[in-house]
Nanobody, 121 residues
Framework: QVQLIESGGGLVQPGGSLTLSCTAF??????????LGWFRQAPGKKREFVAS????????YFADAVKGRFDITRDNAKNTVTLEMNNVKPDDTGVYYC????????????WGQGTQVTVSS
């Protein structure tokens, strides 16, 4: 069983930056080896893939909507994954969910509870 806890959400102005973090809580002392990623869901819309990174890293995979603006990193020793959001737009608004394992870009095995990101002036 894996518990994913997100943090770092909040209100940010268009063009600004925001960093989200996720920590994977397990019952092992070894680094978490599942692929990690992020999804988001805007009000009234389906949940969509944002970014992912493999256990071995280091490069991330990104949805077209965020390419060139977002970055994803992970620290296996700390069981954390970070989403750095730059030059944000109002369309980036939504609940951001940390995800792990499974088909990481389409059907992850584990989900966090989500953290709200609001891009507004």
């Amino acid at each position: 069983q894996v518990q994913l806890i997100e943090s770092g959400g909040g209100l940010v102005q268009p063009g600004g930056s925001l960093t989200l973090s996720c920590t994977a809580f397990t019952h092992t002392s070894t680094p978490y080896t599942y692929a990690l990623g992020w999804f988001r869901q805007a009000p009234g819309k389906k949940r969509e893939f944002v970014a992912s990174i493999w256990w071995s890293g280091p490069a991330g995979y990104f949805a077209d909507a965020v390419k060139g603006r977002f970055d994803i990193t992970r620290d296996n020793a700390k069981n954390t994954v970070t989403l750095e959001m730059n030059n944000v737009k109002p369309d980036d608004t939504g609940v951001y969910y940390c995800a792990a394992g499974g088909d990481i870009t389409q059907d992850p095995a584990y989900w966090g509870q989500g953290t709200q990101v609001t891009v507004s002036s």
